[in-house]
């Protein structure tokens, strides 16, 4: 599965962006999609996942209300529409997808939030 990240960029406080991430390669095989970010010194952390199924979602506590994770299961691609952005939201945002016991990261894509 390969996997090209999108939608990032230098944004205000309390502006908008959304993200996209396009799958490709055994897309069938997806049980589950997620977003993660990594700030600089940091750990890498989750901020929403889905599944491809039923489409259940789970949110890190710091972006629920603000965040919202959704797929397109005919495109193969995930996106993530996020408001009120805040400056603690800035860093490299992942996605990453789940197939049967393994897992897939794409390469990342930049936010910054100005304040």
Avoid: H
């Avoid at 939608?7 to 997620?34: D, E, K, P, W, Y």
């Avoid at 949110?59 to 397109?72: E, M, N």
Wanted: proline share 2%; aromatic share 10%.
């Amino acid at each position: 599965v390969q996997l090209v990240e999108s939608g990032g960029g230098l944004v205000q406080a309390g502006g908008s962006l959304r993200l996209s991430c396009a799958a490709s390669g055994s897309t069938f095989s997806i049980n589950a999609m997620g977003w993660y970010r990594q700030a600089p010194g940091k750990q890498r952390e989750l901020v929403a996942a889905i599944t491809t199924g039923g489409g259940a979602t789970n949110y890190a506590d710091s972006v629920k209300g603000r965040f919202t994770i959704s797929r397109d299961n005919a495109k193969n691609t995930m996106y993530l529409q996020m408001n009120s952005l805040k400056p603690e939201d800035t860093a490299v945002y992942y996605c990453r997808v789940w197939v049967g016991r393994g897992n897939y990261w794409g390469q990342g894509t930049q936010v910054t939030v100005s304040s």
